[in-house]
């Protein structure tokens, strides 16, 4: 007996460690044509060989893209990379951790606008644009920065100034996607019920009612649990429409405004809608939560991110592929849509020891031929880049999901980042999520609710001097 | 009635045996099915594909597949991208190698320990104890920026040796205090007896402490190692890819635009499979009897 | 004469230094975790937010004075507390039924108890992931779907303020229950025969051995179970991060979460550190008790 299991044992080790050797099996062997692309930028990409960066990615398609093309890299400069991907919670820990002590353990990192006014302030992150106008390290007939849709780029440019500022100053990252926000709903649903698909706030409220008395389903779903990720995308970009644009939760002299009438009313709306019509426990959804929600058919509207869209279209990942409409987010009284808009973006750290060669690295991931690679074969939505957007196996790609193509177009002209600039962004959020809370559960009314935000915020902003 | 059975019979005050025996059978069951429900809902989550994963309501009769398992160790996925190496041999790898250091220096530096502590009357004796209990009192936010500089700056950052040392914070305290109960169990005339015969404190130590304590101690194994597999937040804060654990690389499976729960799930049962072996061979020595009647 | 005087001279240093000599390497190990813990009790005195070094200044016991009054700590510090009384009375009384249990013989108790031990080898924040898609209050939540086969309405588990606090309760006991089985179970094996002989000889009944005689002989092992779980059922975190992170409506925010917040989500180290500090604070009050408790019993145990 006790022969036959340490045979067992040995065959489960021999069987385990030729698993392990064979996953470690060196990968494919970057072919002659795509250096041959990656050489006509008139550069020395040999110029940094022998040199040694770690870089910090979340786990995202865009960086799943660039793992098996990493040989290439190493191939085309000489430069060693070594990667450590996480998901975006686990990430940004680690990360913070390294560039708040400038260890210089992460030296190309994925950031984005928001990102960028957190590490800007202390200055953790470096300017790119000293790299780009080197004529030694950027080929800017090769590279095309003017090929990335302009919104995106300014999208990543703060001047340092909290209140404003963004597209202006310094480019501190260089966008690899865009994400913005629209509803996405059930056509199939809308249609036999007759539902309208909304065009204003109220008639949202109205939609999701509808959806549930007649279908079953939950109207909405829509992320919920107390942190700062709940604001970002519907919610956010809901508020800003419903005040055509007008409204911000800090104004020019960084007083908050929680309290204005008009969110007020939003939050109001926003809440009563997922109370009335959306799941039980909104309070404890995430992104995932809310998305897989949708894609499994249990509701009738999610106002998120545009390229989950990818996944609602996916028949294998989706009950609900063929059967969505994608809307704008509903405007406000003026008509016009105001999304809020994210970027996930390569960034440099400042403790950077080689900023050269993390230069060449961000170069070569940023290029028009991996984006475009990126895109078509790992699903990185949406392209940043107009050549990608505009290549004809992308269009016809996303041209199949519905009208996701239009929608997306006509978001892109007016998103913006929905965010006040401020480096206290993550709190301020955090803050704004409990609020919600507070008025979802009823413990306190709205008014209520959005004045203790108010004043919670601003003894933030007197405790780090930014305000008096 | 032998003193072995009414030991273990003294369970339930009952007295019908038929009742008892009911009442047995019943306890057993609910403990049987408390425990392996979530497995149950794990293990069928391993082998579904996506979309059976979210459906509403969800699915107890579905077409397996095995393409999670087949994604974690070669990269392998239906439809989707496959990703370079597969990080998660590494990672187990990785677990066992720090987990078994980790335990076995906290016993190495952990018998001395318990059996000063049990043994011995010194001044400071319960201070000196209580200390390697405050060890384990603070919460891994108060240590882990500061370990982190620390590591960085000594070298110690992504090293296996780094990772078995931190691990001591979750180890030695508990492994200090258990072995100090279970040594304390040990019958004192049995000691005195081998000190008759002319045994030092360390023949005191290997002939009769140890073998005597041979079930506490394989309770400390089997818990120190769990506890030791289980660390998330200390590997995540002090290593890197290469010396990630199995729990950090579970976690990749939560991506940006969707979560693996498929694969996630299927790491993680893969994950429980040493802890299991490691369960089921040391478990037959928490059994009594094997070193009683020592005295006789 | 001299052979004696060696001996004496050799039982001098075995009950003098030889239990230091002992100590030493353990302590020697964990010696290196004093500077981290030093430094973060520095940095609680200080106002050190990660993002604006240029503000730090060594403040003293401002961060303290400020978060002491605020009904959020307040709450916090009740729901901390409460939570880890109920959860800890809670898994040593089953635990310990449990660990009765699985001690009698029976076949398959081997594979038994190497099942039941299954819970604790999942990590902690799998787990939590795992309860939290079991617990979905949308029609995919099999919890819910199971209660709909018996006719029971449906439980908003982890969305609503009160369900929260008794899942929380529901996952930490799934995975640490095993625990305390298993610590008891080791002691249950260990205890020695003489006191049921002598019992027995006086005649006691099944109920009585077990309140007279395997009760006081378990309770240091009951008292250690209980300190160790005590001390993780104060700074629970990684399930109530991976499940309602902190809500609803802030019903879960314990101390730990707070420090979490604080530390690593505004990087406001000073903060973070403060309620680490203050956490830590109530671990140590709370393993003194019960360690004193657990000297009383060793000692019974050992007459």
């Known amino acids: 007996m006790r022969n036959r299991s340490r045979w067992l044992v040995g065959i489960g080790i021999v069987i385990f460690a030729g698993m392990v050797v064979a996953s470690m099996v060196a990968e494919v062997y970057a072919g002659e044509a795509a250096l041959a692309y990656y050489r006509q930028a008139k550069i020395n990409w040999r110029a940094y060989e022998g040199q040694k960066l770690t870089i910090g990615l979340n786990k995202h398609p865009y960086t799943e893209s660039l793992l098996p093309l990493i040989p290439e890299f190493e191939a085309l400069t000489g430069i060693k990379v070594e990667y450590l991907i996480l998901p975006e919670q686990e990430y940004f820990t680690k990360l913070v951790a390294d560039l708040s002590t400038q260890r210089g353990e992460f030296t190309v990192i994925m950031t984005g606008p928001m990102r960028n006014w957190q590490y800007a302030t202390p200055g953790w992150i470096v300017p790119l644009d000293p790299f780009l106008n080197d004529p030694k390290l950027t080929d800017g007939a090769w590279y095309k920065l003017e090929d990335f849709f302009p919104g995106l780029i300014a999208a990543n440019r703060w001047n340092g100034k909290s209140g404003g500022g963004v597209g202006e100053g310094p480019l501190y990252s260089i966008p690899v996607l865009s994400e913005s926000y629209i509803v996405s709903y059930r056509k199939d649903i809308f249609d036999q019920y007759k539902i309208k698909v909304p065009t204003s706030m109220e008639e949202m409220v109205e939609a999701a009612r509808q959806v549930k008395k007649n279908a079953g389903i939950d109207g909405i779903v829509a992320r919920g649990i107390p942190a700062a990720s709940t604001i970002a995308t519907g919610f956010i970009s809901g508020a800003k429409s419903y005040a055509d644009g007008k409204w911000h939760e800090i104004d020019e002299n960084l007083n908050l405004r929680f309290d204005d009438p008009r969110h007020v009313k939003f939050v109001q709306l926003w809440v009563d809608m997922v109370r009335e019509s959306g799941p039980a426990n909104w309070a404890n959804m995430t992104w995932y939560n809310a998305m897989e929600t949708f894609a499994a058919g249990q509701a009738g509207m999610i106002a998120d991110a545009d390229f989950l869209a990818a996944t609602y279209e996916d028949p294998s990942k989706s009950k609900v592929a063929g059967k969505v409409g994608y809307a704008l987010i509903p405007p406000g009284p003026g008509g016009a849509t105001y999304s809020g808009l994210w970027t996930w973006a390569l960034g440099m750290s400042k403790a950077t020891k080689n900023k050269e060669a993390a230069w060449y690295f961000i170069q070569w991931a940023t290029s028009p031929r991996t984006l475009l690679d990126a895109t078509i074969e790992y699903r990185n939505y949406n392209p940043s880049r107009v050549s990608v957007m505009s290549n004809a196996q992308v269009q016809k790609i996303m041209g199949g999901w519905a009208n996701y193509l239009d929608v997306v177009q006509r978001n892109l002209k007016t998103a913006r980042v929905g965010w006040v600039p401020n480096p206290e962004r993550v709190r301020l959020g955090d803050i704004w999520a409990r609020a919600l809370q507070e008025v979802y559960f009823k413990r306190l009314s709205t008014e209520e609710a959005m004045k203790r935000a108010n004043a919670e915020m601003e003894s933030v902003f007197k405790e780090i001097g930014l305000k008096k | 009635m032998n003193p072995q059975r009414s030991h273990a019979s003294s369970v339930f005050p009952v007295v019908a045996r038929g009742l008892r025996a009911s009442v047995f059978a019943l306890g057993i069951f609910l403990v049987v099915v408390w425990t392996v429900f979530p497995f149950a809902w794990i293990l069928l989550t391993s082998l579904k594909q996506p979309l059976d994963v979210i459906a509403a309501p969800p699915k107890i009769v579905f077409s397996p597949t095995i393409d999670n398992y087949l994604g974690i160790f070669i990269g392998k996925q239906r439809g989707q991208y496959a990703s370079t190496r597969p990080d998660f041999p590494r990672f187990f790898l990785n677990s066992i190698m720090i987990s078994c250091g980790a335990v076995l220096l906290s016993f190495l530096a952990g018998v001395p320990a318990s059996y000063a502590l049990a043994r011995f009357q010194f001044r400071f004796k319960e201070h000196l104890a209580f200390l390697f209990m405050s060890f384990r009192f603070a919460p891994f936010i108060a240590f882990l920026i500061p370990l982190y500089i620390l590591f960085q700056r000594v070298g110690l950052y992504n090293t296996y040796s780094g990772l078995i040392l931190a691990y001591q914070l979750i180890s030695l305290p508990f492994t200090v205090w258990m072995l100090r109960s279970f040594f304390m169990e040990v019958p004192i005339e049995v000691e005195e007896a081998a000190k008759i015969d002319g045994c030092s404190w360390w023949g005191v130590l290997t002939k009769v402490i140890l073998p005597l304590s041979v079930p506490g101690m394989a309770v400390t194994l089997i818990l120190g190692f769990m506890f030791c597999w289980n660390a998330f937040n200390y590997p995540l804060m002090l290593a890197g890819r290469q010396t990630f654990p199995v729990t950090v690389g579970a976690i990749q499976f939560i991506s940006y635009e969707e979560v693996l729960w498929g694969q996630m799930a299927a790491a993680s049962l893969v994950a429980v499979v040493p802890q299991l072996i490691l369960s089921l061979f040391v478990q037959k020595y928490i059994v009594r009897g094997l070193t009683m009647g020592a005295v006789r | ?303």
């Open chain 3, 1 to 303: 004469m001299q052979a004696a005087a060696g001996r004496a001279r050799g039982r001098r240093w075995e009950e003098r230094v030889l239990p230091y000599m002992l100590l030493l390497p353990g302590l020697l190990l964990l010696a290196g975790m004093l500077y981290p813990f030093f430094l973060g009790l520095y940095y609680s005195f200080t106002n050190y937010y990660l993002q604006y070094p240029h503000l730090f200044k060594f403040i003293g016991l401002q961060n303290y004075l400020k978060l002491l009054p605020e009904p959020k700590f307040i709450y916090s510090l009740k729901f901390t507390l409460g939570y880890a009384i109920v959860a800890v009375a809670l898994q040593v009384v089953v635990g310990l039924g449990v660990a009765l249990l699985l001690h009698r013989r029976f076949v398959g108790r081997g594979v038994l108890r190497a099942m039941f031990l299954m819970p604790l080898m999942m990590p902690p924040v799998i787990t939590a992931l795992m309860w939290k898609v079991m617990m979905a209050s949308t029609k995919a939540g099999i919890l819910n779907h199971c209660l709909s086969f018996f006719g029971l309405p449906p439980v908003n588990w982890l969305g609503d303020v009160n369900p929260s606090l008794v899942s929380i309760l529901i996952i930490d006991t799934w995975g640490n229950l095993p625990f305390v089985s298993l610590i008891l179970l080791g002691g249950l094996q260990s205890l020695p025969y003489e006191p049921y002989e002598a019992a027995l000889v006086d005649g006691a009944s099944g109920w009585g051995i077990f309140r007279y005689v395997t009760l006081p002989l378990l309770k240091p092992f009951i008292i250690l179970a209980a300190t160790f779980r005590m001390m993780d059922a104060l700074r629970i975190f990684d399930v109530i991060y991976a499940t309602t992170v902190g809500g609803p409506a802030d019903a879960t925010m314990n101390l730990h979460m707070r420090a979490f917040f604080f530390a690593f989500q505004w990087y406001h180290m000073g903060m973070g550190m403060a309620y680490a500090m203050l956490l830590l604070g109530l671990v140590f009050l709370a393993s003194f008790i019960l360690m004193a408790y657990w000297r009383r019993a060793a000692e019974q145990v050992t007459l």
